[in-house]
């Protein structure tokens, strides 16, 4: 089996190395090109107005206020931090039936539910490697499983693989080999359950992790980190860093299980690459980057920016009636003020959460 490697961002403004072993072919049998997956990821978009995405991100102070966006969020509220851990212990975030919030904790191996008040507590323990959560209309939640980053010191580590599960109510393996039945090489990033019993999930490229128990290429020739269904799951969006439009929220029509159609360039992003998304019961789309929430309408209309206190890797809606903006924050401090680091990323997480017009898709988690 032919394999590449790539070098990519992954996490908005912050680059990631990751290995990308993927087959050459597509599940269907017809070539796959990877060259956008596979290259250096291309500089920040430039942004309206002048300067680089990243250089308008740095002149959002952290503390700005929120400004109205109609229909989405009022003027002048604040975000509540709610939760904190050191290493990689947030992300992937989603919100169970009771309105609270569950999150991967892949230097832990364990999801954690936390309550709107910030009390947290184990919802399930043992699961190796959990980077990221997603739920299907049906309540199954599912976990992608990645393999340990250089400088673990997990005693198990060598049992921790690339893998999409179900984690409850039931836990059973849902894919981790290609359809040749070669060890899945890819560390799946975030993921999006189909209610059919698969998952799609982003590593650079768009897979498909069939309950048949094989994962497959669906479109090589994109960048992608951010993944989700619109409101009424016909529709896939994922962001893109690739060479050809990088700054951009891409979207496919479902056509079944594993198909995805009719490929376009769905919005615009005013800075960064964007990372983790959610949508709301109007049909817009929320996608985290380093200086907040970006907000675009069910037609891609860009309609502005959420400051948040710091850069934000995932976004959720929950509470009991899914009015509230839940986001997970990369980084942490202690109660002197300094960077907390712990783990093979030398990282932290932050939980908070926001008052919201927005009310987040009923029946679905996120």
Known sequence: MKTKTCSMVLSGLVPSLLLCHAPAVHAQGGATNFSECMTPAPPPTPA??????????????????VTAIPGVV???????????????????????????V???????????????????SVAVSNSKGVGSLSMDREGRLYGVHRTERPGSTKPDQASIVNAVTI?????????????????????????????????YFTSGCVYYASPN????????????????????????????????APGTIVAFDVKGPGMLSNRRVFATLAMGNGDGSAVDSEGRLYVTSNAGVQVVDKTGKYLGLIPTPRGVI???FAGPDKKTL???????????????????QQTAATIYKLPMVAQGVKGRAK
């Open 213 to 244: 128990g094989s994962v497959s290429v669906v479109e090589g020739n994109i960048r992608t980190n951010g993944i989700v269904f619109s409101s009424d799951d016909k529709i896939l969006y994922v962001t893109n860093a690739g060479v050809q």
């Open 74 to 100: 009022a003027a002048g509220v604040k975000w509540t931090k709610i939760w904190q851990a050191g290493g990689n212990s947030a992300d992937g975030i989603v919100a169970d039936k009771e309105g609270n």
């Open 167 to 199: 984690l409850a109510p039931e836990r059973k393996m849902v894919a981790d080999k290609w359809t040749d039945g070669a060890t899945l090489g890819v560390r799946p990033n975030d993921l999006a359950a189909d209610s059919h019993g698969g998952a």
């Open 314 to 316: 995932s976004v959720a």
């Open 48 to 65: 309206a107005g002048g300067g680089s995405a990243a250089a308008l991100a740095e002149r959002i102070p952290r503390d700005a206020p």
């Open 326 to 344: 839940y986001v997970v924050g990369s980084g942490a401090e202690d109660e002197n003020g300094k960077p907390i680091r712990e783990g093979p």
């Open 102 to 120: 569950l999150v991967a904790q892949e230097d832990y191996d364990a999801v954690l539910k936390i309550d709107g008040n910030g009390k947290a």
